[in-house]
């Protein structure tokens, strides 16, 4: 390919060559022009892009004329080699026009004029030739002889091109990377650069460098240049690329979707643009190099159009992007949308868009919507090929909605329709789990054991995982341990599995006090994982550990080293350190490390803690000073007024009421009373439509009307935040009290209420106590599966919470009441192996299984359970009446059975 | 409480009382003939058309029913005022007359011109036009009506529209009403979903609008609620 025209030429001819040609002899033979017409003509031809003409009169007049006197002098023999040499190449003679143009490089120095055209040529000529070596050997010799020139980035374009044909990517990047650094390009040509280096990087597999390139863009961004067709070209590949370990990232990315035709129409007015170039010398070579890159783009994106990057590859990946990043609103949207649109892709897209709408509504923890999604899906598509999947995906919400046997049953069932299908053998090991969690130990067991032999090796760490902690439920803590040790030995097991097996079992030994294993799992577990994933996981259990053996200085010392960092597991730490320190009754240690922990969760944008606003408070109370200095009064008073969710503004009101008169001072309103300055404050919120703290003034002082008996007046404050507040805007405590309000009075708000808490704080530690309402209610609604699967979920996730051992009893009454006696004993076996457990509840518990007992068909332990509650708990006597009479009762009956 | 036709009554008078200049037109008749002129004024069944002929002035009328039809002269006057006075002649304009109408609209909305955006959008939408300048009219129209206060009958309006609108080909203007059009009605889940929606399209929809629009999510406060019973 030659870069080179007959504009080109008329740049460089000559007029010493004239002047000299007018010098020489005149004359004519056989055909042949006096010699200066013969060159006239020579480099007429060539300046009329006669190419293969021109070489044919230069080939002539060297034949002639070469010999002579004139034609050997130095300065005519100079333009002779260059324009002959640029004649062949551009006739597509390399092998003759590249020893003429050599020989004019090796006898012109390095000032002479269209030094820097030449070398550029002869380089160029090498490469058409296919010879790399020579090629970069010029295009160094250009770089050093012509750094200032902007051709430099040109040649290392080429360069580059040429270290991607020999595949030596890295070399490629780097020259890339300094076309970019020089900055010798314009703008629009430094971000097809950036396109450029994109490509190189996401061949390399540095999906995160290729994203910076595309995604930068100097000054104003380039909306519309090719650079930006490249972004949405390369964008499906990137997001595939990045969805796993980065998928922020790759959700980014896939904001950079184009439709496909698009594409093909904004690049051609660039190609048009280009085809028309012309000019100088300069503009020639500049046009043909972005032509060459334009028909590059133009080709990828005839290519990408048939590699199946339509619309629906393209929304398909968008909805996992959105999922993977955790936007599940938006992946609910997206699906919703999609659903409704008419778009032909769309309508192809409609069981992704369902399974996508399940997933991301399981995750917002919308149970009803996600179960209508796949409701209307099975009834509405029942040939479908993505039935199966979705009704998986059903299971799922009833293991979801810790209704694990249901969930179980349905999988089952979707094993036995379709035994064959590619993910049966995922599905049963996920039931598996579902059996495990629900309490099933010992069947979840079995399963795991036939998968054992059917599934592939790389799953048989996993399964052995899940098997010992199977063996660890059933009270076989020492085969479960054999089997995790096996786990954190198996090659085949991953990193993160391994780490998993050292977690249980560390939790196993920690639950025995078992010292000398701990330690040596504890030490075998540091060894092996220095900067393990789990790694601060596995120091809070050593520090749990060591206060659990009596040693809180250790404690303490692993408790500070792990709340140093920045990490989710330091919230942990913090509140050991601040248990240890309240039961030392060490109050300056509780405040130095309440403050610490109060500027770290600032620092890192996190809520801050309850705890350590609780333990600000403590000190207060026993030190009688603020807890509180004024630049932290100032930052928490700053984050109440703009209304902060995360901030425990009720606590925050009880801090400054403990000590009025010297916060007061600091708040520059001395003098007045604690209950003016709410008021005025509350007055100020509703004004400036502040409405959670608002909320919390109101709540602040209902508690405060409580705490003197005037619940009535109480209950008015919280009925006015319930009429008057949106609930979106109240935090987790806020929340939960007016949902309690409203259920105390019945109110229509009440379960919305309710429901809205369990959707918004998941994990918060009043999720369980909102739980148990919700399940009364429903229960009294006559909903008894969903009252069921609300208690499950305290039962088997809350088990530290105070309304654990309520939920268990009343859902053992529940399974006795529903004729389950056997789900009634296991509910409460796991109430009754609970430590410290009042003797009120524990008299309960055993009456409920003495009479499960009786109904399964085990007089024997019935009775003496009943014995056992008459002899313990004489001061219980309604419960003691009922065990007597349940006595006589079953054994009148195994009287007669024995008559 | 103001109502959609009093508003309108009101924009009518405004309109009337303030086209003063006179407008410069030229047509072609059914039968090929051409005229041109300052319109003066029109009766039920002629246009009356005023020309220059050196120091002179004729006068020349023009029965409606042998019009073909009629283009609006290049000029610098206010399309929009100069024709105010006129509409039954919207049926005769010319393709290129209405898109200059059009665009006029367009800017006369995007410039805050709530009531002359709302008459002209009504008005334009009685002409045939393509399934999506029908659309951008009609959004147009609701967001006037919205800007007015008159956040029913714009909701009414908008809800049409969404009947026929493919939701992943939906405006970002279109995006804007519905999502703020749920803020007002308190449906702030719905709310959010409009706002997410151009963000979500392919292509993405990365205009000044979209982005005012996320920062919609930011000023969507609560709103009050209602009694307990």
Redesign the interface.
């Known amino acids: 390919m030659a870069v080179y025209s007959v504009d080109v030429v008329n740049a460089l001819y000559p007029r010493s060559v004239l002047l000299l040609l007018c010098l020489t002899a005149d004359f004519c033979c056989m055909g042949i022009l006096p010699m200066r017409d013969q060159w006239k003509a020579a480099i007429g031809a060539l300046a009329n892009g006669q190419a293969q003409l021109a070489l044919e009169k230069f080939r002539e007049f060297d034949h002639w004329y070469g010999q002579e006197s004139a034609a050997r002098e130095r300065d005519f023999r100079i333009n002779q080699l260059r324009l002959w040499g640029l004649a062949a190449l551009q006739a597509g003679e390399q092998d003759e026009g590249l020893p003429l143009l050599l020989e004019w490089l090796q006898i012109t120095d390095e000032e002479a004029p269209y030094r820097a055209f030449i070398r550029f040529q002869v380089a160029m000529a090498y490469r058409i030739q296919g010879d790399g070596t020579s090629a970069v050997d010029h295009w160094r010799a250009f770089l050093s002889e012509h750094p200032q020139l902007p051709e430099t980035a040109l040649v290392r374009w080429m360069w580059a091109d040429q270290l991607l044909a020999e595949a030596k990517l890295g070399e490629a990047r780097a020259q890339l990377e300094t076309i970019i650094e020089e900055n010798l390009l314009s703008k629009p040509g430094r971000n097809l650069a950036r396109a450029a280096l994109a490509l190189v990087c996401i061949s390399m597999g540095d999906g995160p460098s290729a994203v910076i390139q595309l995604g930068h863009s100097d000054g104003q961004p380039d909306t519309q240049g090719p650079a930006q067709v490249w972004k949405?070209l390369l964008a499906p590949s990137l997001v595939q690329d990045l969805l796993e370990a980065e998928p922020e990232l790759a959700q980014r990315v896939s904001?950079?979707?184009?439709?496909p035709d698009?594409l093909q129409q904004k690049v051609l007015p660039f190609i048009e643009a280009v085809s028309e170039t012309a000019g100088n010398i300069r503009q020639v070579v500049w046009g043909s190099h972005w032509k060459a890159q334009l028909n590059r783009l133009q080709s990828a994106i005839k290519e990408s159009s048939g590699s199946g990057n339509g619309?629906e590859a393209?929304?398909r990946l968008?909805l996992r992007a959105l999922l993977k990043s955790n936007l599940f609103?938006?992946a609910l949207?997206?699906s919703?949308?999609?659903l409704?649109?008419?778009?032909p892709a769309?309508g192809r897209l409609r069981a992704d868009c369902h399974a996508a709408a399940i997933e991301a509504c399981l995750n917002l923890a919308f149970w009803d919507k996600a179960d209508d999604f796949a409701s209307t899906f099975i009834k509405d598509y029942p040939e479908d090929p993505g039935l199966p999947d979705i009704l998986f995906l059903k299971a799922r919400i009833a293991a979801e909605r810790k209704a694990f046997m249901a969930a179980v049953q349905q999988v089952d069932a979707l094993l036995n329709a379709r035994p064959d299908h590619a993910s049966a053998l995922a599905w049963q090991l996920t039931a598996a789990g579902w059996l495990l969690d629900g309490g099933e130990a010992g069947p979840a067991l079995e399963r795991y054991e036939e998968l054992l032999e059917k599934s592939p090796l790389a799953w048989q760490p996993l399964i052995h995982l899940q098997r010992s902690r199977c063996l660890d439920k059933s009270g076989k803590v020492v085969a479960a341990k054999a089997l995790l040790e096996q786990v954190t030995d198996d090659p085949l097991a991953s990193s993160l599995l391994k780490e998993q097996a050292f977690v249980v079992w560390l939790g196993i030994t920690v639950r025995g006090i078992e010292v000398e294993e701990f330690q040596f799992v504890l030490n075998l577990y540091r060894r092996s994982f220095p900067a393990g994933f789990n790694r601060l996981m596995v120091e809070n259990l050593a520090g749990t550990f060591a206060g659990l053996s009596g040693d809180p200085v250790t404690a303490e010392k692993i408790f500070t080293v792990v709340s140093g960092e920045s990490h989710p597991a330091t919230a942990y730490a913090h509140e050991q350190l601040s248990l240890i320190y309240r039961q030392e009754k060490n109050f300056p240690s509780l405040r130095k490390h309440a403050r610490r922990w109060i500027g770290q969760t600032q620092r890192d944008n996190l809520p801050i803690p309850k705890v350590a606003m609780e333990d600000c408070r403590l000190y207060q109370i026993s030190e009688g000073e603020p807890a509180l200095g004024k630049a932290l009064l100032e930052t928490l008073m700053e984050q109440m007024e703009t209304g902060q969710p995360t901030l425990p503004g009720m606590l925050l009101l009880a801090i400054l009421e403990d000590q009025w008169e010297s916060y007061s001072i600091l708040l520059g309103r001395n003098g007045l009373a604690f209950a003016s300055w709410l008021q005025d404050k509350r007055n100020l919120f509703s004004r400036n439509?502040r409405?959670l703290p608002y909320a919390q003034c109101l709540l602040f002082e209902a508690d405060q009307l409580e705490s003197l008996g005037r619940i009535d007046s109480a209950d008015t404050r919280r009925?006015e935040v319930?009429?008057?507040?949106?609930p979106?805007?109240l935090n987790a405590s806020s929340l939960h009290t007016v949902a309690k309000t409203?259920d105390k009075y019945d109110?229509?708000?009440g379960v919305p209420l309710l429901e809205q808490f369990l959707k918004q704080f998941p994990d918060d530690q009043l999720r369980p106590d909102v739980l148990y309402r919700l399940a009364m209610r429903w229960r009294h609604s006559g909903q008894r599966e969903r009252a069921e699967a609300l208690l499950t979920e305290v039962l088997t996730q809350w088990t530290d919470a105070s309304i654990h051992p309520e939920a268990c009893l009343l859902l053992a009454t529940w399974a006795l009441d529903a004729g389950q006696p056997s789900r009634a004993t296991s509910t409460l076996k796991v109430l009754l192996e609970k430590a410290g457990l009042p003797p009120a509840l524990t008299a309960r518990a055993m009456l409920l299984r003495a009479q499960s007992d009786f109904l399964m068909n085990n007089p024997e332990r019935g009775r003496l359970g009943c014995q056992r509650i008459l002899a313990l708990y004489p001061a219980f006597g309604d419960i003691t009446a009922r065990a007597q009479a349940l006595l006589e009762e079953n054994i009148l009956i195994g009287d007669v059975d024995e008559v | 409480m103001r109502s959609e036709k009093l508003i309108v009554a009101a924009t009518l008078f405004l309109a009337i009382t303030v086209a003063a200049e006179a407008l410069q037109i030229s047509g072609v008749t059914k039968e090929g003939m051409s005229f041109a002129g300052n319109l003066i004024s029109t009766a039920e069944t002629e246009l009356l058309l005023e020309r220059e002929r050196g120091a002179a002035t004729t006068q020349l009328g023009i029965p409606l029913d042998s019009i073909a039809s009629i283009s609006l002269v290049e000029s610098a006057q206010d399309p929009l005022l100069a024709m105010e006075a006129f509409p039954h002649l919207l049926d005769f304009l010319d393709e290129a007359s209405r898109k200059r109408l059009l665009k006029a609209v367009v800017e006369s909305v995007e410039l805050g011109d709530w009531s002359s955006g709302y008459h002209w959008t009504s008005q334009l939408l009685q002409l045939e036009w393509t399934r999506e300048t029908e659309m951008l009219l009609g959004i147009y129209r609701a967001w006037c009506l919205f800007e007015m206060g008159l956040f029913g009958a714009s909701h009414e309006a908008t809800l049409k529209i969404a009947e026929e609108i493919?939701?992943?080909?939906a405006s970002a203007r279109f995006c804007w009403l519905m999502a703020h059009l749920a803020v007002k009605a308190?449906e702030?889940a719905e709310a959010?979903?409009w706002i997410?929606?151009p963000?979500?399209q392919?292509?993405?929809r990365?205009n000044a609008l979209a982005i005012e629009l996320q920062s919609l999510l930011m000023e969507t406060?609560?709103?009050?609620?209602r009694?307990?019973?």
Do not use: H
């Open positions: 949405a904001g950079w979707f184009d439709r698009n619309m393209l929304f968008r609103a938006e949207y997206l919703e949308f999609l409704q649109s008419r778009m769309a439509e409405w009925i319930i009429r008057s507040v949106n979106d805007m409203a109110f229509p708000e | 493919d939701p992943m080909e308190g702030v959010r979903k997410s929606l963000t979500l392919i292509p993405s990365t406060g609560p709103s009050r609620r009694a307990v019973p």
